[in-house]
């Protein structure tokens, strides 16, 4: 079993930049993927980035690449995902995932099996 606790939101203008970071408990945190989604009101929560177990890949969407970046320290259990330039269409409740089907990256919503609860990211324009 794997917990994920998110911290790092916030209110930030727009060209801001944040950091949110994902705490996971379980001694099995370093031999699974991770990702970041986020759901915006009324739309279906999406994919943002992906990291594999090792930090050794990475994938983004195509609407944050190049602004963000996910980073993992697996002695800290914990993920990381640097925001950069931010926009008003970034503000959404973004969400921490761990995959324990797959070990390499993945943007499938259905790869993932853990979940975070969630914070809260506003870009005021």
């Known amino acids: 079993q794997v917990q994920l606790v998110e911290s790092g939101g916030g209110l930030v203008q727009a060209g801001g930049s944040l950091r949110l970071s994902c705490a996971a408990s379980?001694?099995?945190?370093?031999?699974?993927?991770m990702g970041w989604f986020r759901q915006a009101p009324g739309k279906e929560r999406e994919f943002v980035s992906t990291?594999?177990?090792?930090?050794?890949?990475?994938y983004y969407a195509d609407s944050v690449r190049g602004r963000f970046t996910i980073s993992r320290d697996n002695a800290k259990n914990t993920v990381y995902l640097q925001m950069n330039s931010l926009k008003p269409e970034d503000t959404a409740v973004y969400y921490c995932?761990?995959?324990?089907?797959?070990?390499?990256?993945?943007?499938?919503?259905?790869?993932?099996?853990?979940w975070g609860q969630g914070t809260q990211v506003t870009v005021s324009s």
């Open positions: 379980g001694r099995t945190f370093s031999s699974y993927a």
């Open positions: 990291i594999s177990w090792s930090g050794g890949s990475t």
């Open positions: 995932a761990a995959s324990s089907k797959f070990m390499s990256i993945t943007t499938s919503y259905g790869a993932y099996d853990y």
